[in-house]
């Protein structure tokens, strides 16, 4: 699959909600280009059908959601014995307006037929307990997404915390300013970059990888931390305590 280029500096992202000098609302744009992406977690509830939610999110929700604008939609479970406990689903949109358009497809007459047998299923027979989701706002060091790699069998998420809102702003500088043309020149496959701008484990940023199989995972993050360029980088002054916890989950694409 062939990566798509960054998006072009003519689309914005608008914010919700702005209220102007005469009190009317209006859309204000907060970033030029940059991609919003939703990413959603959702708790299998035990003995469900998981094959059903996964054929809804892929079959119906997915078509839907990129006929209303979206610009991508990925399912993924867990790389973990034992069968996945969660489903997660990444969403790209190209603005807000997008976001919020998306959130109002029950009143696609196309979704609501397709989504019938869904949208019908006893509360004895639920699906999941709950999901939740996370927005995040793309990097400008990577304002879009990228596709896979071919055959890629690994999707690695990481979050990193910081211990405050600056520390998150210096570890995102870091990435755009250097470290994410180093993940590039050492086959750690970027999909995207995102600073959560709601949801848990705020101040946080959060970004995907992927690749072949675990043996590419495993020789690219050597390489990585081998390099001249991140041992020169890490002891930068600048960079300091920009991280205080890491969060990795390793998932496959469904």
Same mark, same amino acid.
């Given at each position: 699959m062939e990566?798509r280029? *960054?998006?072009? #500096? ?8 702005t ?5 009317k +609302?209006e859309?204000?744009?907060?970033a030029?280009g940059n991609?919003l992406y939703e990413w959603?977690? =959702?708790?299998?509830?035990?003995g469900?059908?998981?094959k059903?939610?996964?054929t ?11 006929r209303?604008g %979206?610009?991508?939609? /990925?399912?993924f479970?867990e790389?973990?014995? !034992?069968?996945?406990?969660?489903i *997660?689903? +990444?969403?790209s949109?190209?603005? %807000?307006?997008?976001y919020?358009?998306?959130? $109002?497809?029950? #009143?696609d007459?196309?979704?609501s /037929? ?5 949208n019908s299923?006893a509360?004895?027979?639920a699906? =999941?307990?709950?999901?939740n989701?996370?927005?995040l &706002? %793309?990097f400008? !060091? /990577?304002?879009e997404?990228?596709d896979?790699?071919n055959n890629?069998?690994?999707?690695e998420?990481?979050i ?10 210096r570890?995102? %500088?870091m990435?755009d300013?250097?470290e994410i043309?180093?993940?590039? @020149?050492?086959? &750690?496959?970027?999909v *995207?970059?995102?600073? /959560?701008?709601?949801?848990p =484990?705020?101040p946080c940023?959060?970004y ?11 020789? #690219?993050?050597? #390489?990585? +931390? $081998?390099?001249p360029?991140w041992?020169?980088m890490?002891v930068?002054? @600048? =960079?300091?305590n ?7 989950t *390793?998932?496959?694409?469904?």
């Amino acid at each position: 699959m062939e990566r798509r280029s *960054f998006l072009s #500096a003519g689309l914005g992202l608008t914010a919700l909600g702005t209220t102007s000098a005469t009190g009317k +609302l209006e859309n204000r744009s907060i970033a030029g280009g940059n991609e919003l992406y939703e990413w959603r977690t =959702y708790d299998i509830k035990w003995g469900s059908d998981v094959k059903l939610l996964i054929t809804y999110l892929k079959d119906v929700l997915k078509p839907t959601l990129l006929r209303h604008g %979206a610009k991508q939609v /990925m399912v993924f479970d867990e790389i973990a014995p !034992g069968g996945p406990n969660k489903i *997660f689903a +990444l969403i790209s949109y190209p603005d %807000a307006n997008t976001y919020v358009s998306c959130q $109002q497809i029950s #009143a696609d007459e196309k979704y609501s /037929m397709s989504a019938k047998s869904y949208n019908s299923i006893a509360p004895d027979k639920a699906l =999941y307990n709950r999901f939740n989701s996370s927005l995040l &706002l %793309a990097f400008d !060091g /990577m304002k879009e997404m990228l596709d896979p790699v071919n055959n890629a069998t690994v999707f690695e998420l990481r979050i990193y915390e910081g211990y405050s809102e600056d520390a998150v702003r210096r570890k995102i %500088a870091m990435f755009d300013d250097e470290e994410i043309a180093l993940f590039h @020149k050492v086959g &750690l496959h970027p999909v *995207f970059f995102g600073k /959560m701008i709601s949801g848990p =484990y705020r101040p946080c940023l959060v970004y995907m990888l992927n690749f072949t199989d675990m043996d590419a995972h495993g020789v #690219a993050w050597k #390489a990585f +931390l $081998q390099a001249p360029e991140w041992n020169e980088m890490k002891v930068k002054p @600048k =960079y300091a305590n920009t991280v205080s916890n890491i969060r990795n989950t *390793f998932l496959k694409q469904i």
